[in-house]
């Protein structure tokens, strides 16, 4: 990771302060896409930190939220996970993101403007995954959604039933 000087440091957080207003006042470029990104609190993605679309991320945290992070690269999203709830069973579908600047894996939510065909797409990329990912995954205890959670995920996104055919 770059070592910034304390001249970088105010810029940074002056950008990020910039940033933060434009994101507030109604959304973001995508870095990968380079489309407009909604944000809106009635949506539920005042924190989006992905593009609806291609599904894109970008490296902005340190911490869940604190948008500290200094590496700012491009996070590829590699696979799909689910939140656990207390009671041990699956809950929602979350996006696993890999940074490309410095190798990172970070989870984030979906939103309901999120296109469910780059989600099954990626859940079905995952399949093919290098195992080097798959271990640093699972050394973060993140559960890697499997070919046999293709039907939840088919459940959570269209709202299918078990007896159901898509």
Not at 70 to 95: D, H, K, N, V, Y
Not at 101 to 113: F, M, V, Y
Not at 137 to 164: P, V
Request: proline share 2%; charged share 30%.
């Amino acid at each position: 990771m770059k070592r910034f000087d304390h001249r970088s440091r105010r810029r940074f957080e002056r950008d990020r302060k910039l940033k933060r207003t434009r994101e507030q006042r109604g959304g973001f470029k995508c870095c990968h896409c380079r489309n407009l990104v909604p944000v809106h609190p009635y949506m539920g993605t005042a924190n989006r930190n992905h593009c609806n679309l291609c599904l894109w991320s970008k490296h902005v945290d340190d911490k869940k939220g604190d948008r500290g992070a200094m590496c700012q690269a491009a996070m590829r999203p590699i696979g799909l996970t689910f939140r656990i709830e207390s009671t041990g069973r699956l809950g929602e579908i979350m996006l696993i993101h890999d940074c490309s600047g410095c190798s990172k894996i970070s989870i984030n939510r979906i939103a309901a403007d999120d296109i469910d065909a780059e989600i099954l797409q990626i859940f079905s990329s995952s399949w093919l995954m290098p195992q080097r990912l798959v271990r640093q995954i699972l050394g973060q205890g993140i559960r890697l959604a499997l070919r046999t959670d293709a039907q939840e995920i088919r459940k959570q996104l269209f709202g299918q039933t078990a007896t159901e055919n898509r």
